[in-house]
């Protein structure tokens, strides 16, 4: 019984582990107008959206994809612990202008795990 119990605790451990380890590290900025959109054009997607960057966009075969987007910590002085928590979004949009694992959350989604008066927080997110 014991052996069992080790080993399923194991086990556990080593999903967890693959579950972070999965998880890509970047940050996350906010914008406000969401239409037209690069994937949608005035077709509203709602609000819990994203644009990526163009390492993520991938001439565009990131339109749809979903990711899960964990606040990590701030990345500057200004609000010292800006995190609330995770929220799923739908890619909608590029964002020519951003790093390579930055992502470009609306304005609500990022409200949802972040104070928005950071306006740029470190993140870990992954496609769902």
């Known amino acids: 019984m014991a052996i069992k119990i080790h080993a ?11 579950s972070v380890a999965s998880a ?14 690069a994937c949608y054009g005035y077709e509203d997607q709602g609000v819990m959206i994203a644009a990526v960057s ?4 991938a001439n565009g075969a ?18 010292p612990q800006p995190c609330r928590g995770t929220v799923t979004v739908k890619v909608v949009d590029r ?16 409200s ?3 104070d928005p008066n950071a306006g740029k927080i470190n993140i870990d997110y992954n496609q769902v």
């Open 62 to 79: 990131a339109c749809g994809r979903m990711y899960s987007v964990t606040c990590t910590g701030p990345t500057n002085q200004g609000v």
């Open 112 to 114: 949802a795990i972040a």
């Open 8 to 18: 399923f605790l194991c086990l556990g451990l080593v999903l967890s582990f693959m």
């Open 54 to 57: 163009d390492a993520l966009w």
């Open 95 to 110: 964002c020519p202008g951003c790093d390579a694992n930055n992502i470009d959350l609306s304005q609500e989604a990022f």
């Open 24 to 37: 890509i590290s970047g940050t996350a900025t906010y914008y406000t107008v969401y239409v037209p959109s």
